[in-house]
């Protein structure tokens, strides 16, 4: 399973991601970028929206956003 994430650690609150696709991003409270949902996967997406969400991870200025490899229990 390939989640969504982001390394708040490296975010900088610039908001591109969420401009890009905001059914995925949002700025938190914090200021910083993070995903809506964390049950979201890649491997449920739709075409388009894994396209955006690959344009975002492209798209982020200090490469936060990442794709996480979890392996299904």
Same mark, same amino acid.
């Given at each position: 399973?390939? +989640?969504? +994430?982001?390394? *708040?650690?490296?975010?900088?609150? %610039?908001?591109? %991601? *969420?401009?890009?696709?905001? &059914?995925?991003? *949002?700025?938190?409270?914090?200021?910083?970028?993070?995903?809506?949902?964390?049950?979201?996967?890649? $491997?449920?997406?739709?075409? $388009?929206?894994?396209?955006?969400?690959? $344009?975002?991870?492209?798209? %982020?200025?200090? &490469?936060?956003?990442?794709?996480?490899? +979890?392996?299904?229990?």
């Amino acid at each position: 399973m390939k +989640k969504v +994430k982001v390394n *708040q650690d490296l975010c900088i609150g %610039c908001g591109a %991601c *969420q401009a890009i696709i905001d &059914s995925v991003f *949002q700025l938190g409270d914090n200021g910083l970028a993070e995903t809506k949902d964390e049950n979201n996967t890649i $491997d449920t997406m739709e075409e $388009d929206v894994k396209d955006e969400v690959m $344009d975002a991870l492209e798209g %982020c200025p200090t &490469s936060a956003i990442f794709i996480e490899e +979890k392996e299904e229990n």
